[in-house]
């Protein structure tokens, strides 16, 4: 005679579909979990980009006034040799030992033309230096950096931080270095249309504070 168990699966059933359950609850919950998260990151992300852009905004307005500024030297550079300041004792602007310097230099010139250049190159940054200084009026946290003597200014260098006025932690460093009149003069000779008084050597966003992520 064979025997045979008899086995009762009845309760199998039931517990395959809580585990299905279970696996099909703990699926969606992390798919809603990476879904709220995505989502939160995105929105951070696009007040970084809003902000920042913002900022980016307003450096480029900082450097288009810095730049009417020094259209502004530029065009009082040129026009000291134009006027025939050169031949006089004494000029509005310039202190006596700068002019009697030019005057005397000019007379005594091998290579006037060489020596009208870099003249102007020393006038250039000479009015340079005080037309930057009314950045300060608008933007007053610029600073302007004269390399040289108080006499023969030789190089400008310009740093801001500008902060976004709603957004405190969100901070956009600029520094810029003003080339001298002869190398803007040379760019356009070689055909470079485009090439500008300034170079921007830095321009960096920051923030004060970690972003939530």
Known sequence: MVSRVIKDEKGSTSILIVLMMIVLVSIGYFAITVASANTRLGIVTLDWNRNFYYLDGQGERFIAHMDTL???AQRLANGYFENGFQHRFTHEDLPVEIQTLIREGYGAAANR???VEETIDMLFFFYADRELSRLSEIYPGVIISALGDDFNVRGIICDI????PEVPEYHLSITVSVLSHSAFRHEHRMGNTDATRYRITGWLKWQTAAGEY
């Open 70 to 72: 020094l259209l502004e």
């Open 113 to 115: 033309a060489a020596f």
């Open 161 to 164: 931080t500008l902060v976004h």
